[in-house]
């Protein structure tokens, strides 16, 4: 359940400017997460959210570099949980993944920025990825199987 939560978190941060616990806690009840002002205030640290000033003069939550290396191994854990099976043509892969885990696993994928990833969507037990190229989604395909369990 944490897990899903930061990864809900992380696709709140990069969708919207929240600058203030409050606001993440405002948006997290709205995605139907029962949390508390002590829980968000946990994961931001667990997280290593930090403000960041934006153009308009404004902070808002991000993640730092160094921790985007952390998600690395997190996206992995969360992953092997939820996919069921990856498969590729041309370059679309698609990710078969437990009913309900799909928007957390993509927006997990998305906050790594991953190279010759183009776009994702995610369903509700699907996660379709377009790749920059064939020889890019059979790559990715190969390495995501191997934490298939």
């Given at each position: 359940m944490k897990e899903r939560r930061h990864a809900k978190i992380l696709e709140l941060i990069g969708k919207y400017s929240i600058d203030t616990q409050e606001e993440l806690l405002r948006?997290?009840?709205?995605?139907?997460?029962?949390?508390?002002?002590?829980?968000?205030?946990?994961?931001?640290?667990?997280?290593?959210?930090?403000?960041?000033?934006?153009?308009?003069g404004k902070y808002r939550y991000t993640v730092g570099q160094e921790e985007a290396k952390d998600y690395t191994t997190k996206?992995?854990?969360l992953f092997s949980d939820a996919a069921l099976s990856v498969n590729f043509a041309q370059?679309?892969?698609?990710?078969?993944?437990?009913?309900?885990?799909?928007?957390?696993?993509?927006?997990?994928?998305?906050?790594?920025?991953?190279?010759?990833?183009?776009?994702?969507?995610?369903g509700d037990d699907t996660i379709f990825i377009l790749m920059s190229?064939?020889?890019?989604?059979?790559?990715?395909?190969?390495?995501?199987?191997?934490?298939?369990?």
């Open positions: 948006r997290l009840r709205d995605e139907g997460y029962e949390v508390t002002q002590a829980t968000v205030s946990r994961d931001i640290k667990e997280l290593r959210l930090i403000k960041t000033l934006t153009a308009s996206f992995y854990s370059n679309m892969i698609a990710v078969k993944c437990l009913t309900g885990m799909a928007n957390a696993v993509c927006a997990a994928m998305d906050t790594l920025h991953w190279e010759h990833i183009v776009g994702t969507l995610a190229d064939e020889n890019a989604a059979e790559g990715l395909s190969a390495d995501l199987k191997k934490f298939i369990r």
